[in-house]
């Protein structure tokens, strides 16, 4: 029978618990409680517990039952006990009404993930989870084929909901913490590198989505030149500033040739002029002078902002149904943006990869895409299982791109 005593040698006021293991021995343990009944509730769990495990029939989930049945009627609190999958859905559901829907979707892929991942592990007690399931976690996006900057992206969001589980007390230690993180080139920033490439049927999706009409009416205001700006970027690897802002004096039809002065490395770049490219050029009206810009509703405009052309462009893929992955999410009332695996950029990318894939040689590619470095050009590169051809006037051909 379970007793209570108290230890007159260090005058604690809380009561000590006699009771006996589920092994036979006689144990003390203190109750931290000072009110005698409270103190009995607590002594009499303990010593169903101990019973309950001598018979064979306590199980994990009866054993948070008894400490939350005691903890309720001796300081009138439930006592939350959380799973990994129903923690991080309990923790998920918290963003949903706190945040944006764009921080929303970032920690949504990232829970669903993880807990995929995690399998069965995932019905277990948030406080089973430890480094080995991280770094399980981690080595999978791993060997899934995404970069280094994108798993660091997703493991730094992972220790968010285990830092709240360790603030309320469900955790003693933050297993994210003691995990290491992939190495990634201090050449490259996190937004750039961990972009993504367009397929050619995203990119084709997108261009009918730039000229796309409803009720008879365009629905993009500039929805003709964003259609020329998306061929034109996927053609010749150019940033969205510079495709904005191209001039015809820069379109050298005769030599089928590209020149421009690249706005982020001052570099003069040239490129050929891919077949599809010169079609789309010979079917413009002729431009009354050579600084006349090639798409002059673009020309001009920031690329930031909400009314920037990267939004605009965003918008886009929202109706061409491209998306790509949240990498990162600005903090509110911080400056910063978000990240995205998929943009304007990644038309760069895919300029970059498809000539990669056909063997053209890394010496070529930077003259193309005017990168200054090996090392920067090599964050552009996205090998794909079957080789495409081996020059810039063997990249894929957007057939389908009739308008409307």
């Known amino acids: 029978m379970a007793t209570l005593t108290k230890d007159c040698l260090d005058r604690s006021p809380y009561w000590i618990c006699c009771y006996r293991a589920a092994d036979g021995r006689r144990l003390k343990k203190s109750t931290k409680q000072a009110d005698h009944s409270k103190a009995m509730e607590f002594c009499l769990a303990l010593e169903r517990a101990e019973g309950m495990a001598a018979r064979g029939t306590l199980t994990e989930t009866r054993a948070r039952e008894l400490i939350g049945e005691v903890l309720e009627r001796t300081i009138g609190e439930e006592v939350a006990f959380f799973t990994v999958e129903g923690w991080l859905q309990h923790w998920l559901n918290g963003k949903k009404i706190a945040k944006a829907e764009g921080t929303y979707a970032k920690y949504a892929h990232m829970v669903e993930s993880f807990i995929k991942h995690l399998g069965t592990r995932a019905k277990l007690n948030i406080a089973a989870v430890g480094p080995k399931d991280i770094a399980s976690f981690r080595d999978a996006q791993i060997k899934s084929g995404k970069s280094a900057n994108t798993v660091r992206f ?14 309320q007390g469900l955790i003693t230690v933050n297993p994210v913490e003691a995990v290491e993180l992939p190495a990634t080139a201090a050449t490259k920033s996190d937004s750039e590198s961990t972009r993504d490439a367009f397929t050619t049927e995203q990119v ?43 001039a015809w004096g820069g379109i050298d039809l005769p030599a089928r040739t590209i020149t421009f002065r690249a706005k ?43 009314s920037g052309l990267s939004m605009t462009f965003a918008r886009i893929m929202a109706r061409a149904k491209v998306a790509g992955e949240i990498l990162q ?52 590169t996205h090998h794909e299982l079957e080789p495409l051809r081996a020059a810039i006037q063997t990249i894929p051909a957007i057939q389908r791109t009739a308008k409307g």
């Open 154 to 167: 997703s493991v730094r969001k992972l220790s968010i909901p285990f830092n709240a589980a360790r603030r």
């Open 204 to 246: 084709e999706a997108l261009l009918k989505a730039a000229v796309a009409r409803e009720h008879g009416r365009q629905i993009f205001e500039a929805g003709e030149d964003w259609h020329g700006a998306i061929l034109f970027a996927y053609f010749t690897g150019a940033r969205l500033h510079d495709v904005a802002n191209i």
């Open 264 to 306: 982020k490395t001052g570099k003069l770049v040239t490129v050929p002029m891919h077949a599809e490219l010169e079609t789309y050029f010979l079917s413009q009206p002729a431009p009354d002078n050579e600084r006349a810009f090639v798409f002059p509703k673009l020309a001009g405009r920031g690329t930031g902002g909400r």
């Open 329 to 380: 999410v600005a903090r509110k009332g911080e400056k910063g943006r978000t990240v995205r695996s998929l943009t304007f950029h990644s038309l760069r990318h895919s300029f970059n990869s498809v000539m990669a894939n056909a063997g053209v040689s890394q010496e070529v590619r930077m003259k193309l895409t005017g990168h200054a470095t090996a090392v920067v050009n090599t964050g552009y």
